[in-house]
C-alpha cells in the first residue's frame, strides 16, 4: 500500500463530532460522536496503527442524545466533553456533560479487539455543565495548557467560565457573560486561544469574529463581518500570537491579525459551499485543513503568514560555499502560498477535520454520512517543509 493513500472507517450512523485525543501524543487516536434519532449515539475511539496502516475501533455508549460537539481534555487521557440534545416536553435542548472514558480504554491500544468479545461499553458521567438558565450548549473549550479543570462553554448567547472539581465530578460557574445587542445573537462556535497565558478566547456568532479577556470576561476586539455569512469556526495560529483563521457560509477562509481588524491579512477561496472548519496544523503552521460541505478537505500551504515565511534556516556550516550562495538567494525569495492537495474521498458534507495530537503529518476527516478518513500530509512536502 503506498504511504499517501488514504485510510477509510465507516461508521453505521450518521457523524458530525470529532476530536483528536488531546491528551494523548504517543498513540494516534480520534474520537468520533454519532448523530442517530433512532438508536443509542455511540463515541467511536478510533486508534490509527500507522505501521501496519490499519484502524482499531472501541464503541463507548453515549446514550443521552445525538452528539453536536466533542472535546477531550488537554491533561487526562479519560476525560471527555460533549454537547448533545435532549428532548424534554417536545423542546429539544443541547446540553454539555464531561465524562469519562473506562480506564482501559484511556491510551492507545494497537491490539485489535476480538469483534465478538468486545462488549459495547459505556461512558461515566462526571458531570453536567448546567445550562437551564443560559440556553442551548454550542460548544466547550478546554484552557489548552490547563491542568483540564477549566472549561468554556458558549450557551445560545452566553460565555460560561466552569471549574471542575478535583475528581471532575462536579462543575462550579466561576464567571460569565453574555453578548448583548440586536439581531440573532448566537454563538456558533468558539476557541481557547493557546498564547497570552490562556487568557483569551474568540467567539463566532453570525457574522462577527470577537475576542474574549477570561479574566474580565470583556469583549477586547471585534472583527464586526469578518464574512459575508454566518461564521462556522475559528482556529488559532499555535506559532504567531495574534494570528487566528475564521470560515463561513461565504464559502472563504481568511486570516485575521487581531491587532489590526480592519482587513483580512489573506482571504482563501477554494471551496465552493459552505466551510464548517478550518484548523492551523501544530507544528508546521503553515498547513492549514478546511471541510465544507462541498464534500471536499483542502490542504493549503500559507507559508507566507507562517512563522517561518522564508522556509527552512539552514546552518551555515552545513553549506559549501557554492550551496552557499544559491542557499542565500533562496531564502531572500518568499515562498508562494498555494493549495497543496484537495481530498475527494468524501461523498458528503464534510463537518469536520482534524490533525493528529501525536503525529504532525496526520490528520483525519469526517462526513455527515458517517466517512471517517485519515490521510498524510503528501510526502514530498512533508520534506520541502523538514529539509
Known amino acids: 500500500m503506498e504511504d499517501d493513500a488514504p485510510v477509510i472507517y465507516g461508521l453505521e450512523f450518521q457523524a458530525r463530532a470529532l476530536t483528536p485525543q488531546t491528551a494523548e501524543t504517543d498513540a494516534i487516536r480520534f474520537l468520533v460522536g454519532t448523530q442517530s434519532l433512532r438508536y443509542d449515539n455511540q463515541i467511536h475511539i478510533i486508534d490509527f496503527d500507522d505501521e501496519n496502516n490499519i484502524i482499531n475501533k472501541n464503541v463507548l455508549l453515549h446514550q443521552v442524545g445525538e452528539i453536536w460537539h466533542i472535546s477531550t481534555s488537554p491533561a487526562d487521557k479519560g476525560v471527555l466533553a460533549t454537547c448533545y440534545n435532549k428532548t424534554s416536553d417536545t423542546k429539544v435542548m443541547t446540553c454539555a456533560a464531561v465524562w469519562r472514558m473506562p480506564k482501559e480504554l484511556e491510551s492507545g491500544s494497537h491490539e485489535s479487539p476480538d469483534d465478538s468479545s468486545s462488549n459495547t461499553q459505556t461512558l461515566e458521567l462526571l458531570c453536567h455543565l448546567d445550562n437551564t438558565a443560559h440556553g442551548n450548549m454550542a460548544c466547550v473549550m478546554w484552557e489548552p495548557m490547563g491542568d483540564g ?38 454563538f456558533t462556535s468558539g476557541r481557547w486561544s493557546p498564547h497570552h497565558n490562556c487568557t483569551q ?135 508562494q502560498d498555494s493549495v497543496i492537495a484537495t481530498y475527494e474521498e468524501h461523498e458528503d458534507s464534510v463537518y469536520a477535520v482534524e490533525w493528529s495530537s501525536a503525529d504532525p503529518w496526520l490528520f483525519a476527516s469526517l462526513s455527515y454520512d458517517g466517512r471517517l478518513v485519515i490521510n498524510r500530509v503528501p510526502r514530498a512536502l512533508k520534506y520541502h517543509i523538514l529539509l
Open 149 to 186: 479543570k477549566k472549561i468554556i462553554s458558549l450557551a445560545d448567547n452566553n460565555i460560561l467560565l466552569w471549574d471542575l472539581q478535583e475528581s471532575s465530578d462536579k462543575a462550579v460557574l466561576s464567571s460569565s457573560t453574555a453578548l448583548e445587542g440586536k439581531g440573532q445573537l448566537k
Open 201 to 335: 478566547i474568540a467567539t463566532a456568532n453570525d457574522t462577527a469574529v470577537r475576542g474574549w479577556d477570561t479574566r474580565s470576561m470583556r469583549q477586547i476586539y471585534c472583527i464586526e463581518n469578518a464574512h459575508g455569512q454566518l461564521v462556522r469556526d475559528l482556529d488559532f495560529n499555535p506559532n504567531k500570537q495574534y494570528y487566528l483563521a475564521s470560515c463561513g457560509d461565504d464559502c472563504k477562509v481568511k486570516f485575521w491579525d487581531t491587532r489590526n481588524v480592519t482587513e483580512p491579512v489573506k482571504t482563501l477561496e477554494e471551496h465552493s459551499h459552505w466551510v464548517w472548519n478550518v484548523r492551523y496544523n501544530h507544528s508546521h503552521d503553515q498547513l492549514i485543513l478546511t471541510g465544507s460541505s462541498d464534500s471536499r478537505v483542502i490542504l493549503s500551504n500559507m507559508v507566507s503568514i507562517s512563522s517561518e515565511p522564508f522556509g527552512h534556516m539552514v546552518d551555515d556550516d552545513e553549506l559549501s560555499d557554492q550551496e552557499d550562495q544559491h542557499q542565500e538567494e533562496k531564502i531572500k525569495e518568499p515562498l
